[in-house]
C-alpha cells in the first residue's frame, strides 16, 4: 500500500466519523435516543468525557495525549519505511490512527466525544460508540490478525553446544 493510499484511508475514516458526530449533534438533544432496529439498535446522543466505551471517565487530557502520541506514532513508522506497506498492515493502522485523530478532535473542541451507536439485545447491552471507536477496534483486529499471519516471526535460537 502506497503512503497516499495510507493516509488518505485514514482520512476517510476522520471524515466519517466528524460528519456523523456532526449530524447526530446538529439533529438530537443529549440523551435523545430513537430506535432503529426495535430491541437491538439505536442511536443516542451521549457526551462521552472518557475513553472508548465510558471507560477513564475523568482522563480527557490522557486521552487526548494518547490519541495524539498514537497518530504521531504511526505517522512516523509509515514515513520511515523504505518500502509499501502490506495492505492487511497499512488497513490495521491507517483505521485506527483515523479514529483517534477524531476522537482527538472532539476532546480538544468539546471536553468530551461524541457517541452515538448503541447496539444491545435483552439483558445484553454494548457501552455506546462512535465511528471512531469503530476504526479503532476494527484496526487492532487486523493488527493482531496481521501479526499472526506474518511470515517474519522470530525463530527460536538454537543452544550453543558444549
Given at each position: 500500500m502506497r503512503r497516499r493510499i495510507f493516509f488518505a484511508l485514514a482520512a476517510l475514516?476522520?471524515?466519517?466519523d466528524q460528519i456523523t458526530k456532526w449530524k447526530v449533534r446538529e439533529l438530537y438533544l443529549p440523551n435523545e435516543t430513537h430506535t432503529i432496529v426495535p430491541g437491538y439498535f439505536d442511536l443516542i446522543f451521549v457526551q462521552n468525557p472518557g475513553g472508548a466505551f465510558g471507560i477513564l471517565r475523568e482522563g480527557t487530557s490522557f486521552l487526548s495525549l494518547a490519541c495524539f502520541a498514537a497518530a504521531i506514532a504511526i505517522s512516523v513508522y509509515v514515513l520511515r519505511l523504505n518500502t509499501r506497506l502490506p495492505v492487511l498492515l497499512g488497513i490495521a493502522l491507517a483505521l485506527p490512527m483515523g479514529g483517534a485523530i477524531g476522537n482527538l478532535i472532539d476532546r480538544v473542541r468539546f471536553h468530551w466525544v461524541t457517541d452515538f451507536l448503541h447496539v444491545h439485545a435483552g439483558a445484553h447491552d454494548w457501552p455506546v460508540f462512535n465511528v471512531a471507536d469503530s476504526a479503532i477496534c476494527v484496526g487492532v483486529t487486523l493488527l493482531i490478525?496481521?501479526?499472526?499471519l506474518s511470515p517474519s516471526k522470530p525463530q527460536p535460537v538454537p543452544a550453543p553446544e558444549k
Open positions: 475514516i476522520l471524515i466519517a490478525i496481521y501479526s499472526w
